[in-house]
């Protein structure tokens, strides 16, 4: 479980860059465009691409934080259930273990 939530994590995170990217190139063309068309000045066209690209560079900042806050809140996760395992009585972990082998068959059966 705790390697899918891993997963998913670098696969959001990856996804915000990706993002992140391609609104960026993106975004140089249309300056570009316009800077071309004398819409803007060459300084104006500047401007607006810096900003452009803080704002890029504080969505990139704000999905890592993001990814990071859900990977802590896994792994406090993840602890606490390791705790409760910990605390349990043998006829309980028989009970847990039959519990996770009859999960584990049905996975296999409906793949």
């Given at each position: 479980?705790?390697?899918?939530?891993?997963?998913?994590?670098?696969?959001?995170?990856?996804?915000?860059?990706?993002?992140?990217?391609?609104?960026?190139?993106?975004?140089?063309?249309?300056?570009?465009?316009?800077?071309?068309?004398?819409?803007?000045?060459?300084?104006?066209?500047?401007?607006?691409?810096?900003?452009?690209?803080?704002?890029v560079?504080?969505?990139?900042?704000?999905?890592?934080?993001?990814?990071?806050?859900?990977?802590?809140?896994?792994?406090?996760?993840?602890?606490?259930?390791e705790?409760?395992?910990?605390?349990?009585?043998?006829?309980?972990?028989?009970?847990?273990?039959?519990?996770?082998?009859?999960?584990?068959?049905?996975?296999?059966?409906?793949?």
């Amino acid at each position: 479980m705790e390697m899918k939530i891993g997963e998913g994590l670098k696969k959001f995170l990856l996804m915000g860059i990706g993002a992140a990217a391609v609104t960026a190139e993106k975004s140089q063309q249309v300056v570009d465009e316009l800077v071309k068309r004398g819409e803007r000045t060459v300084e104006q066209g500047k401007e607006l691409n810096q900003e452009l690209k803080r704002n890029v560079k504080k969505s990139i900042d704000d999905a890592a934080a993001a990814a990071q806050e859900q990977r802590a809140e896994a792994e406090k996760k993840g602890e606490g259930i390791e705790k409760q395992i910990a605390e349990m009585s043998a006829e309980e972990l028989e009970k847990l273990k039959a519990f996770i082998s009859k999960a584990e068959e049905s996975i296999k059966s409906g793949e």
